[in-house]
């Protein structure tokens, strides 16, 4: 089928895992994308949301404007797929006198999904070491902000009012750095290793890491296999979706076409009938819209007639660039397919040949039309 090896896939992954970013400030994965995106496409540009959309074209030969809708929602032929390139991360709210850094989520992240540990600090000029912390374990009521998270005293979940910060620096020497309130915060590269284990690999921000590499991997197995999609094809790697899907219903509402497909990680829990050990998961609704059935049965299809055991889910708690696009108004139909991820928006695990199968599904949905 012309799909990468696992090894030159997961090597791209680790690329991208160690590539910082935060949501508005996705520059440095966008141009990992780039480089693999552009020999794959018949055009390639970045919008004002700063998405990156690559354009494979169903008849190169027809000169037409792709870039951007020029008529009602409901024209033009076309299918976008998107795969988000931020990352949870956090927010730098205020700056003490010792130079400590005071912080908020961007995105839905705990620190303890995350741990305490090192952090980079993306300055404006310098990007910093820093590590967050809670401060001594050996402490008392004197030291409340501590105290109360200690399951057999406070009892407190540990959350942002509890944890800091230490930089090490001054004021000044964070203010010639570029640091600042609203500086985005990193989980540090060394707590980015991909695992290997057994049939499995894990690492932090295999959302959405691990569909922007199956995307990519899907243009890479349509232009081996050099055949053209029945219909234009936009893949949108998709700005701020961790904040609101902000790039992807951009896209919905400047691209051509009437279905946009999210490429994400899929939870893996006993209400949702869901397993790490199966197959591709399709999603048929979740908290912000029902996905359209026929898309989502086309998806469970492709998946089986490759032996690939889908799992159909109906999720809550969750949203993509597709259910957000469709809730706005912005696409008229929309579709879900999800790599099975244990511990979403944790420490992430996913099957070692998860991305390969997701490529392969979206080859085959676009190719078949």
């Known amino acids: 089928m012309g799909q990468r090896d696992l090894d030159s896939t997961e090597g791209l992954l680790q690329e991208l895992l160690w590539t910082y970013g935060p949501g508005g400030q996705e520059d440095a994965v966008r141009a990992v994308c780039q480089r693999e995106l552009e020999p794959l496409v018949d055009d390639m540009w970045i919008d004002d949301a700063g998405n990156l959309i690559g354009y494979i074209a169903a008849n190169p030969s027809e000169s037409t404007d ?26 730098v709210k205020r700056i003490e006198i010792d130079g400590s850094l005071h912080m908020t989520e961007l995105g839905t992240m705990y620190p303890g999904n995350f741990g305490l540990g090192p952090v980079a ?12 912390t809670l401060g001594s374990e050996h402490t008392t009521k004197e030291s409340p902000r501590i105290w109360e998270t200690k399951p057999d005293k406070g009892d407190r979940a540990l959350d942002w009012q509890h944890v800091y910060v230490f930089t090490g620096r001054t004021p000044d020497d964070l203010a010639a750095a570029g640091v600042h309130a609203g500086t985005r915060v990193c989980v540090d590269r060394s707590k980015r290793d991909l695992v290997e284990f057994g049939d499995y690999i894990g690492c932090y921000f295999l959302d959405d890491r691990a569909a922007v590499t199956a995307l990519l991997g899907a243009a890479r197995q349509l232009r081996e296999q ?34 946009t497909i999210a490429l994400e990680v899929g939870p893996t829990e006993r209400e949702y009938g ?26 469970m299809k492709i998946a089986t007639d490759r032996g690939l055991s889908p799992q159909a889910a109906t999720l809550g708690a969750f949203e993509s660039d597709a259910s957000h696009s469709k809730a706005s108004g912005l696409t008229p139909r929309a579709g879900l397919l999800c790599l099975p991820t244990l511990s979403t928006h944790g420490f992430e695990v996913i099957r070692r040949a998860a991305i390969d199968d997701m490529a392969g599904i979206v080859a085959d949905y676009l190719l078949s039309g």
């Open 121 to 132: 600090v993306l300055g404006d000029t310098q990007t910093l070491t820093g590590v967050l």
């Open 66 to 91: 792709h870039r951007q809708r020029t008529s009602s929602i409901s024209g033009g032929s076309a299918t976008r797929i998107m795969a988000h390139m931020d990352e949870l991360s956090m927010l």
């Open 226 to 259: 050099g055949q053209r999609p029945p219909e234009d094809v936009y893949l949108v790697f998709t700005t701020n979706e961790e904040i609101g899907g902000v790039g992807g219903t951009y896209a919905s509402a400047t691209l051509p076409g009437t279905l």
């Open 274 to 299: 869901t397993t790490v050990s199966g197959g591709p998961i399709v999603g048929y609704n979740d908290q912000l819209c029902v996905y359209d059935k026929d898309v989502a049965d086309r998806l």
